[in-house]
Each structure stands twice: as structure tokens, then as C-alpha cells.
């Protein structure tokens, strides 16, 4: 599953920034915490560059959402991904399915506030508007989407995921009125569960 990130997977195991299970891990100011659960954040590792993106590897335990919450994004932060926008970094996420079920396709959603879509206006995106960082990657997918309306969100698919197996995905963040707090919500599906349509929300509920 991870044949072109071999040396991001050789990282997993011996990368010396890495930050122990079940704690945030925090990278140049930026704060990952998996605290609403519906995964477990094992490590992370990078800068946010293109070349160097942050890297956080994680398993996901259960067929219910999956959500990290971000903290720490400002004007300081900075760009990053060399993109138009206020802040931006890049991210790979290596994802080891911990389920029972086999994933078809893997859905990201930015949003500011937990309960409510990430609309055009609010700035915060998957680089919106930008070459950086294109086209999104993943190992177990052949294809991706993006949305940018009425949500901001990826949808990689056309692949296979089988449980115990690890995904790499990888996107760029960006926002031009940064937000100290936001949210990436994660949603898969699998086979038996049915095609979600490409574009679909990942939303909060189980998938």
C-alpha cells in the first residue's frame, strides 16, 4: 500500500521527532489532537513544506467518523506550500485501517466549527484556487475529487483498502483568515456499505 512513500514508512518507525501514541502531537507550532475520538494519533514528523510536509500517522479503530482538531494556525505560522494564501502547509496522513472492513474510498473535510460546513468565504480549504501541491496523492487510490461548494473537501477512491493495511494521503491546507482552531473530519466506506456519491460531505455520522 505505501510503495512510494518508502522512506516517509521507514519514518514510522525510526523518525526521531516522533511523539508517542494517544498524546497531541504538536510540529512547528501547529497542535494535532485525536481527543474526540474514532482514531488514535500515533506520531508525527515534517515542517509542512512541500518537500517536507508534515507527516502524521494514525489507526483508525472504528467504521464511526474519524476527527483530528487542529490548533495553533495564525498569521505566524505562515505559507508553507509558496501558495497565494495566508497560511497554508502540506500533509500526509499514513492511515492504518483498524477495522474489521475493507475501505473503497476515503473522504476529508475541512471545517472551522465541528457542527457546520466550511463554505467558499470562510477561507479555509484544501488550497483553493492553487496549483500547491497538486494533483493529491494516495497509495491505495487511483483517483481524487475536490469540492470546494457548499464544503471543502477531498474524496479519494477508486481503490482498496483492506483491514490491517496502511494509506497514505496526501493534501495541502490552506486558509487566508486563519482560524486558531479547526477540524479534519475523515469518513470511509467500504464495499459492502456502498459507493458514497463523489462530492458527498463526509459529515459526523458512522461511514
Do not use: C
Amino acid at each position: 500500500m505505501i510503495s512510494w512513500l518508502g522512506a516517509l514508512v521507514v519514518g514510522v518507525g525510526v523518525a526521531a521527532a516522533a511523539v508517542a501514541g494517544a498524546e497531541p502531537v504538536t510540529l512547528d507550532g501547529l497542535t494535532f489532537s485525536d481527543e474526540l475520538g474514532g482514531l488514535r494519533l500515533e506520531r508525527g514528523w515534517g515542517s509542512g513544506s512541500l518537500d517536507d510536509p508534515f507527516v502524521l500517522v494514525e489507526e483508525i479503530t472504528s467504521d464511526g467518523p474519524a476527527i483530528l482538531i487542529v490548533r495553533g494556525m495564525t498569521h505566524r505560522f505562515g505559507n508553507r506550500i509558496r501558495s497565494h494564501h495566508e497560511v497554508g502547509f502540506a500533509l500526509t496522513k499514513l492511515v492504518r485501517n483498524g477495522t474489521g472492513q475493507p475501505w473503497s474510498l476515503f473522504n476529508l473535510e475541512l471545517r472551522e466549527f465541528f457542527d457546520r460546513e466550511s463554505p467558499f468565504g470562510d477561507g479555509l480549504s484544501f488550497g483553493q484556487a492553487s496549483d500547491a501541491g497538486r494533483p493529491f496523492r494516495s497509495d491505495g487510490f487511483v483517483e481524487s475529487l475536490e469540492t470546494r461548494e457548499p464544503f471543502d473537501g477531498v474524496q479519494f477512491f477508486d481503490g482498496l483498502v483492506a483491514p490491517g493495511e496502511i494509506v497514505a494521503l496526501t493534501v495541502v491546507v490552506t486558509d487566508t483568515t486563519p482560524r486558531w482552531e479547526f477540524y479534519l473530519l475523515q469518513k470511509r466506506d467500504s464495499p459492502l456499505a456502498g459507493p458514497t456519491r463523489p462530492g458527498a460531505p463526509a459529515g459526523t455520522g458512522a461511514g
